[in-house]
């Protein structure tokens, strides 16, 4: 089902499309910011690539019919995980049902006519929060999202860097507590997705009250329901041992973020998705790490931010983003 959000004007449009291993969300946007329609599909249901294309033209097809054809649209961005800027290809997403190196945006740009760029997800928000978001006017600047993983991107002298492969930026998985926490994806120990993500909250949670015998509110909660949610709500009532996991989340993110802020030096560290909406409860104590574990040079220096853009939206604009980039 399709959602219109405000009247169509005149100037050329982008398309933004956001991959993800459930579902796939694209919409038209203007230069603004605004998304005039959105929709979208299943990405799980399609083993193979090419269905997954027909179904998306059929249903992109109509939005671009709504505001007035192809003439009207300036290029196709997309953010899919694992997409590689330079190639143009999903390299071996392990959430995707497509295997190996998929030429996607080849796949695309030959179904749709028109000129189509790719990036990974987390890149594309970057790109799309310094066009349409908090990091508007910066040429310096740290996306960090925290949903069920930790993505980044990062913007350097006004650009993405992308590295001579186009995967860099993976800051969720440098290596954060030296022999902590194993990430099963990866295999690795310690990374900063293991404990700053919204998983990583949760397994916080369980252990701390595996290791305690304090009282809380969340010993109440069944332990396979036990999420990020559930340790915002008891905090947020009170409950000493929920303000304690959101400390140690942030002590470990600031920690980290104090490693990022002296590798590129940034004006601001830009905090994307789920995890942001507890507010204080994680600002306060990354703030104060952050700042602890600086020399003094950056000291005072770095704002913490969140992102202005509606979540429900923000992937789509990050994509569309990609095609202004690309002018």
Known sequence: MSKAAVPVSQDTLAVGIDIGGTGTKFGIVDHDGNVLFSSGISTKKHKQVDTFIDELYDHLLELIEKVGGKSRIKGIGVGAPNGNYYTGTIEYAPNLPWKGIVPLAKLIQDKFQLPTVLTNDANAAAIGEMEYGAAKGMKDFIMITLGTGVGSGIVANGHLILGHDGFAG????????????LHPGTGKHGSLESYA?????????????????????????????????????????GDKVAKEIFDF???????????????????????????????DLILNPTREHMEANLIQVFQNKVKILISHLKESDAAILGASALVWENQ
């Open 170 to 181: 993976e800051l969720g998985h440098t290596i954060i507590v030296p022999d902590g926490r």
């Open 197 to 237: 993500s919204a998983t990583g909250v949760a397994f916080t949670a369980r252990e701390i009250l595996k290791k305690t015998k304090r009282k809380s509110s969340l010993r109440d909660v069944p332990k396979d329901e036990l999420d990020s949610k559930s340790v915002y709500e008891a905090a947020i009532k």
């Open 249 to 279: 989340t942030g002590k470990i993110l600031g920690l980290a973020l104090a490693n990022f802020v002296m590798f590129s030096s940034p004006e601001a560290v830009v905090l994307f998705g789920g995890l942001t909406k507890a507010g």
